[in-house]
């Protein structure tokens, strides 16, 4: 590595789908000198896009994770898939950066999954620079984007950038920095005086300087700027076509002089979190890692916190996409992939787990899917490799039941299941099929009520159990309470039902996942000479599932909140369509000749109908959706799941199979 270097900036790209993310990790590796040519995605050549799969459809699947060095700096940069399918990647991307790039088309200017983003670096507050990309394409506005972003946004999102139109090819042209010692053309839009006016929005000192007439030096606002970008207060923009290799060094230069220095301190205790979990062919799993403190060498044992494991650094590698450099060392503030962490997952804190950011939920996958080997006899071998892509993303969450021999997955869209079969194909050699994915619902309580267990026949066995499970708020999830006394029902049997709980609301009476409910155990019992601890694993099912019975269940589905754009002479049949989908939307508005409409939908009603959408306008509308909440079901709507396993209802046919007497 260069010995010159300075400073790290870790930095993530992000943005809605076809923006130009990957063709600008490609222009910032080629204008850095990390390559010597340049990958194009549509051709399939991209470095960051490496996966067969990625270089069959011209997509980003995976994070890719690359480093180059500008101006004595190391720059990690981390490429984000832009399809929602793959948002799990960009979560976790997130969490270990230090500034952002959120790149606009100057199109299309700001799209739903735009605001999406926006909504994430926010909440988790990371210091972000626009990039308003693809400036050579015709149709591009970037002043009506730039009030869009001011509009949407953030009213401090501020150019650094002047602008002119070269009157030969009518196309946008860069001409300076803001910053830059030549005086600005003042018939640019883009004037200086509206950085002057951000700096002092948020600098009491430059203010005053400015309201007593004093002369502001350039220097000054700049400085003043760079403090209010790294307190995420004002955000940058500049402009550029990736494509063309335009604005990419001013964009470097952006990102050095205003993000923010990845901090810590290599002497102290190791501080750091896994992030992202790949397959190496030589040398096996390998655990990207965010280091905040401390110091990283090879044949160091190292502290997984979040497992209570030790493991051995067998080595350190920088990645670049697919080619990787082995270093032996990683200090804080730094990201590496190392090997020798062979029990890691992702989330894993390493060490003292001082400064590890929590993770802001992007993708919530609403469908679950059955997987089919082509051939039977390899069901097993399915089974592991899924548990092998699960550590990679955990998103998958897959449910494997050996007694009925069936695998289900989750998964955020078909598009990912198509990448999930090549996958398959391409590394595992392996065939399956899935069925028709099923829309994920959910079940709570209707009202408070008791569950009641007396498991004390045949013997020898003896647990008495009673549950109050009460209905809580959308999006509350479980909690778990005892009012026993240990004198009645000892610590350890208390223990193994509260172990028991979440298995059982996996399967409601509708046969889906129980929650937002409180369950309280108000009473137990055990015997002296007759309990097992076995007992209470039987026993615990049989109460919940009782009371559930009780109180009976509502069914919950997932909604969606949307975005929608179509040429306004389509806007009648659109709204017409919304409305049979069960949609609530705010009066819809007319901007340059589209009509925008923003609210509320099902999933159940809409997941097909960006299809249809397209179908109807020609390509020329489109339908961007987040995942907001799960809701009550119309009343007597129903949607049954099989259930996997011995109904707890049934308790003769349930106790003989947890005895194995079946």
């Not at 890719?64 to 399809?83: M, Y």
């Not at 002057?196 to 009491?204: M, P």
């Given at each position: 590595m260069n010995t010159t270097v300075t400073s790290v900036r870790n930095i993530g790209l992000v943005a809605h789908v076809d923006a130009g993310k990957t063709t600008t990790t490609e222009q910032i590796l080629y204008q850095t000198?990390?390559?010597?040519?340049?990958?194009?995605?549509?051709?399939g050549t991209a470095h960051t896009d490496w996966?067969?799969?990625?270089?069959?459809?011209?997509?980003?699947?995976?994070?890719?994770?690359?480093?180059?060095?500008?101006?004595?700096?190391?720059?990690?940069?981390?490429?984000?898939?832009?399809?929602?399918?793959?948002a799990s990647e960009v979560e976790r991307s997130l969490s270990v950066l230090d500034g952002a790039v959120l790149i606009l088309s100057a199109v299309e200017g700001v799209q739903a999954q735009t605001e999406v983003l926006w909504r994430a670096l926010q909440a988790m507050n990371i210091p972000t620079v626009f990039f308003i990309n693809k400036m050579d394409r015709i149709g591009a506005e970037p002043f009506q984007v730039v009030q869009e972003m001011k509009r949407i946004l953030s009213p401090h999102a501020v150019p650094i950038q002047g602008l002119i139109i070269n009157p030969t090819s009518g196309n946008y042209e860069q001409v300076h920095s803001v910053f830059d010692p030549v005086d600005l053309i003042k018939e640019n839009l883009l004037l200086y005086d509206?950085?002057?006016?951000?700096?002092?929005?948020?600098?009491?000192t430059l203010l005053a300087a400015y309201l007593e007439g004093q002369s502001l030096q350039k220097s000054e606002v700049k400085a003043s700027l760079m403090k209010s970008v790294q307190a995420c207060n004002v955000f940058p923009i500049v402009f550029g076509s990736a494509l063309q290799g335009v604005g990419i060094a001013p964009l470097l230069d952006t990102l050095v002089e205003f993000l923010p220095s990845a901090q810590g301190n290599p002497e102290a205790s190791l501080d750091g979190v896994v992030f992202k979990i790949e397959r190496d062919k030589t040398m096996g799993k390998m655990a990207y890692v965010r280091l905040y403190d401390g110091t990283l060498k090879n044949r160091d044992s190292v502290v997984n916190s979040s497992q209570g494991i030790v493991e051995k650094v067998t080595q350190i590698r920088k990645m670049n996409a697919q080619s990787h450099e082995d270093v032996g060392i990683l200090k804080a503030g730094d990201i590496a992939a190392i090997s020798g962490f062979t029990s890691a997952r992702i989330g894993d804190v390493l060490g003292k787990a001082a400064s590890v950011r929590k993770p802001y939920p992007l993708a919530v996958p609403l469908l679950t899917v059955q997987v089919f080997p082509e051939i039977p006899a390899q069901f097993p071998e399915v089974v592991a490799a899924f548990r092998e892509l699960v550590q990679e993303d955990p998103s998958l969450d897959m449910n494997y039941y050996n007694e009925e021999q069936e695998i289900h997955i989750k998964v955020m869209g078909t598009i990912a299941l198509e990448v999930l079969k090549s996958i398959l194909a391409t590394r595992f050699s392996l065939v399956v099929h899935f069925d028709r994915p099923t829309v994920i619902y959910k079940e709570t309580p209707k009202k408070a009520g008791y569950g009641f267990v007396a498991y004390t026949m045949p013997k020898p066995c003896w647990a008495i159990l009673r549950f109050?499970?009460?209905?809580?708020?959308?999006?509350?999830?479980?909690?778990?309470t005892s009012q026993v006394r240990t004198e009645d029902l000892l610590q350890s049997y208390q223990n193994e039902v509260q172990r028991r709980v979440p298995d059982v609301l996996a399967q409601g009476l509708f046969g889906w996942e129980v929650t937002d409910l409180k369950i309280t155990l108000v009473e137990g019992q055990h015997h002296v000479w007759h309990t097992h601890p076995l007992d209470f694993v039987v026993a615990t099912p049989m109460g919940i599932m009782d009371g559930l019975r009780n109180t009976g269940t509502q069914l919950l589905e997932p909604i969606l909140s949307f975005s929608l754009a179509v040429p306004q002479e389509y806007g009648g049949r659109i709204l017409s369509d919304l409305v049979m989908m069960r949609a609530v939307f705010d009066p819809p508005k007319v901007m340059r000749e589209r009509l925008y409409v923003k609210g509320e939908i099902p999933f159940a009603t809409s997941m097909d109908y960006n299809v249809q959408l397209g179908a109807l306008t020609g390509g020329r509308g489109s339908?961007?959706?987040?995942?907001?909440?799960?809701?009550?079901c119309p009343e007597s709507f129903e949607?049954?799941?099989?259930?996997?396993?011995?109904?707890?209802?049934?308790?003769?046919?349930?106790?003989?199979?947890?005895?194995?007497?079946?």
């Open positions: 000198g990390k390559i010597r040519s340049i990958g194009r995605v549509d051709d996966l067969s799969v990625e270089r069959e459809r011209g997509i980003s699947v995976r994070s890719a994770t690359t480093v180059c060095t500008w101006r004595d700096t190391i720059i990690n940069v981390i490429d984000t898939p832009g399809h929602v399918d793959f509206q950085v002057v006016e951000e700096a002092t929005l948020h600098d009491d109050l499970i009460e209905p809580r708020e959308r999006g509350s999830g479980l909690v778990y339908l961007t959706t987040q995942f907001l909440t799960y809701r009550n949607v049954h799941r099989p259930r996997r396993g011995v109904d707890p209802l049934d308790t003769a046919k349930f106790i003989l199979h947890a005895r194995k007497a079946l």
